[in-house]
């Protein structure tokens, strides 16, 4: 096992590092001299001159890049050209608005996601399955930012019941700040809930045609046991997979939300800094959620070796470093169903 | 000489009996076709003119001379639903080319060479996947500035990891097998093998991970409109439509509902093909799924 994750570990810092190489080269594309950007149309040649001396922009690319990423470990992204303020301290404000919605909508997605898989998967085949079933093939088709205007037509412009958009701040009290949360999080949440649901039902039917599943019956466990207890904790391999990629998504996908609710988050805050040419700024949010990205599925792969145990055996190469002799089936087997899905589902994002 | 191993005891009327015996096929197909036919009838007819601007008409509510309503301009929405189909289904069908046509060469290669080709790849696609699509989108779109155009190009680039993937987990499956051996024994090549035996043997895959992508892509291209980065006005599209409608729901709520309809509907439809494809040419996935 611990060659496994070590090789998960290396390959994720290998990523991270490509990433931070690719996103510097890509603001490095960008016209704009953040320098006169600083000072303005009015300023002489010479004081940008300066200015940019000041700030390093006449140095080496290379030294540039290191300065850059060596500053991204120490959690300084530089300071922002439009509010001359540390962009980290921009990013602090803000994400206490982000990560609270992402995260809100993470939790409701699974808690309805869940029992909606458990339910099909049970009545596999008869109406209820095919309702809710319908119901998720026509749920995985909204788009999040038009289920979100829908809602306020609904909950805030109709009924009244929650503001339409804006956020007060968490001074103003938690529930309060709850409220103008909720709305973007179901908005979020409801379109991932229906690929969660179709993924936790198919995970779980592959499952229940185990043997020891049969075998857990005949001893005369009641199906409800078997359900719940053998059945979901096997199901649960995919069912991280999907719930690991799409934490990354709904942090993405706050990017749109906020901008329908007006919420004031890092979405908001990345465009409003490509449109005032902020590059700096966009150069550290796209970084943030990059590694944010790269941790989760890291966190992923681990959880897999904890929920289940066969994979610890596992070395890191399984698909050709495997002596076929000793190879117990099973284990390729799971192996390759949960890369399966993985890749399916990397597919959907 | 191509062997088709997949489907051995398959003819062409059974797998066509099969498929129009297949719910979610027939329903997606229909819906498919439906809106493809809107697409094409909105270049010879549109029940308005969509370019012209009748400010005397703005905001109406649905009537029957305007089913779906007007906008803020007095445009016919029904008329700007219809030729915004006409972009949705452009961006989407090129973007899946672009990921089909250079994803699919570099998943073969991958399979077939193995090694260090096939592990530098995989990083490779890592990396594209570490970026969030729509953040990505946004990116690229920073740089050449927004429009149609870049919208696809965005949109084509994240599909290239996708069919690289699904080529080459294809294609490692198809490898170990006997008629690749014997292939392989008459002296063929590693390109005439993946060309000839290992490409068609995918192609089913392909042909449902490229639905997949051609409904993401619809989604995609709507979310990038909406944040003004897609197709810019006066070029109607859904996305476009959307944004406009977000200060006026109180007012004009029909100028959100029906474009967001119009995307549901096309993205169901392509949905329940791709599902009703992958069912009839694979028995397993019935039970999957």
Known sequence: MTAYLLKRIIIAALTLVLASIVVFAVMEILPGDPARLMLGLNASADQVEVLRNQMGLNAPLVLRYLHWAGGLLSLDFGRSYTYSVPVIDLVRERIVVSLPLALIALALSTIIAIPIGVFSASRQGRAGDTLVMGAAQLGVAVPNFWFALMLIYLFAVWLRLVPAGGFPGWSAGIWTALKSLLLPAVALALPQAAILGRVARSALIEVLNEDYIRTARAKGLPYRAVLWRHALRNAMIPVLTILGLQFAFLLAGTIIIENVFYLPGLGRLIFQAITQRDLIVVEGIVMLLVAAVILINLLVDFSYAIVDPRLRAIPGKVRSGFPSGIAPKQILRAVQRFRETRNRSRGRQ | ?289
């Open chain 2, 1 to 289: 000489m191509t062997l088709r191993v997949d489907l051995p005891e398959e003819t062409l009327a059974g797998v066509l009996a099969k498929a129009f015996g297949n719910r979610s096929f027939l329903i997606g197909l229909i819906i498919t076709l439906l809106v493809v036919a809107v697409a094409l009838l909105s270049f010879v007819w549109t029940p308005y003119d969509v370019t012209r601007l009748v400010i005397a008409d703005k905001t109406q509510a649905p009537s029957w001379a305007h089913w779906f309503g007007t906008d803020h301009f007095g445009r016919d929405i029904l008329s700007m639903i219809m030729v915004g189909a006409r972009n949705s289904i452009a961006v989407a069908l090129v973007a899946v080319g672009i990921g089909m046509g250079i994803g699919v060469p570099l998943g073969a290669v991958a399979a077939a060479r193995g090694g260090i080709v096939d592990e530098a790849l995989m990083r490779l696609n890592d990396l594209v996947f570490a970026f969030p699509a729509l953040l990505s989108a946004i990116m690229i779109t920073a740089i050449f500035g927004p429009g149609a155009v870049n919208a696809i190009i965005a949109i084509g680039i994240f599909n290239i990891p996708v069919f690289a993937r699904v080529a080459r987990a294809g294609a490692l499956a198809i490898w170990p097998r006997e008629f690749i051996l014997a292939a392989r024994a008459a002296g063929k090549g590693m390109t005439q093998i993946t060309v000839e035996h290992i490409l068609p043997n995918i192609a089913t895959l392909l042909l449902v991970q490229g639905t997949i992508q051609f409904a993401l892509g619809i989604l995609a291209e709507a979310g990038l409109s909406y944040v003004g980065l897609g197709a810019q006005p006066p070029m109607p599209s859904w996305g476009r439509m959307l944004f406009d409608a977000q200060t006026r729901m109180v007012t004009a709520p029909w100028m959100a509902i029906f474009p967001g309809m119009a995307i549901v509907i096309t993205v169901l439809g392509l949905n329940l093909l791709g599902d009703g494809i992958a069912d009839i040419l694979d028995p397993k996935s019935r039970r999957r799924r």
